[in-house]
Structure formats: structure tokens, C-alpha cells
């Protein structure tokens, strides 16, 4: 079994940072592919960005240019650094995680609420 552990969301001004982070743990062989989504109320869950084993990242349109997705392989971790956020970037935040010979978890969502 696979758990994950989101941290990193809350409350920033129009404008400001953050930093999410999803720390795996559990019986992992090899995580591949390593990904946020993002659910806003009334709204399908969408992809941010994701990053291969290798490191190569994929970014919604949206958020190009402002959000940098990044991983520790060694702590089983992924990153998402927000930057320039905006009202419309409030969403419940969910990392996602491939690992190799196990199958695909979800974290449990962390919100982030952009709002001066």
C-alpha cells in the first residue's frame, strides 16, 4: 500500500506564492509519472502539470510560466511552486502518483484560496 501526504495549500493574496508538496511512503518500487490536479467547485478535475521519471514536464496552458513542478526521487517527493497566483487558481490541489508494479493514488487535496 501507497500513501500519500499533501501539504503546502491555504489562504494568499492575488499575486503571491505557494508551495505544495506530496510526500509518498509505503511499499513503492519506482514512481514514474508524478502530477498535480486541481478541482474548483462545480468544475471537472484538471490537470496542472506532471513529471516523468526522467524529468520532463508537461504544464496546463494556464499556468505556464507561473508554476514549476519538480521531484526528490530520493524522498518520494513532488513539488508544485505557484507563483503569480490569481482568484481563478483556487482549487482543491491533488498530487498523483504512478508507482511502477502498484498502480496509481491520488493524495487527499489540499486547498489553496487566492482572495485579497
Known amino acids: 500500500q501507497v500513501q500519500l501526504v499533501e501539504s503546502g495549500g491555504g489562504l494568499v493574496q492575488p499575486g503571491g506564492s505557494l508551495r505544495l508538496c506530496c510526500a509518498a511512503?509505503?511499499?513503492?518500487?519506482?514512481?514514474?509519472?508524478m502530477g498535480w490536479y486541481r478541482q474548483a467547485p462545480g468544475k471537472e478535475r484538471e490537470l496542472v502539470a506532471r513529471?516523468?521519471?526522467?524529468?520532463?514536464?508537461n504544464y496546463a496552458d494556464f499556468v505556464k510560466g507561473r508554476f514549476i513542478i519538480s521531484r526528490d526521487n530520493g524522498k518520494n517527493t513532488v513539488y508544485l511552486q505557484m507563483n503569480s497566483l490569481a482568484p481563478e487558481d483556487s482549487a482543491v490541489y491533488y498530487c498523483?502518483?504512478?508507482?511502477?508494479?502498484?498502480?496509481?493514488?491520488w493524495g487527499q487535496g489540499t486547498q489553496v484560496t487566492v482572495s485579497s
Open positions: 498523483k502518483l504512478v508507482v511502477l508494479q502498484s498502480g496509481d493514488y
Open positions: 511512503s509505503g511499499r513503492i518500487f519506482r514512481i514514474n509519472t
Open positions: 513529471i516523468s521519471s526522467g524529468g520532463t514536464t
